[in-house]
């Protein structure tokens, strides 16, 4: 679950920085890739979310 949350922080971090440099530059390019990011952390939180239950079970 670790990996999982570093694979998160690092997500984090890259949409941040395209969507700072979309809204302060207007790079569409980063925009482009935020957006990708976003559902990428989508994904990853839900993974999370089942492997956070299936731990608090144990």
Known sequence: MKEL????????????KDA????????KAAGTRARKAALQI????KDFRKLSVEASKK
Not at 20 to 27: E, R, T
Not at 42 to 45: L, P, T, W
């Open 5 to 16: 949350v570093d694979s998160i922080k690092a997500q984090m971090e890259a949409f941040v």
């Open 20 to 27: 700072d440099a979309q809204l302060l530059k207007g790079n």
């Open 42 to 45: 989508s994904k990853m939180m």
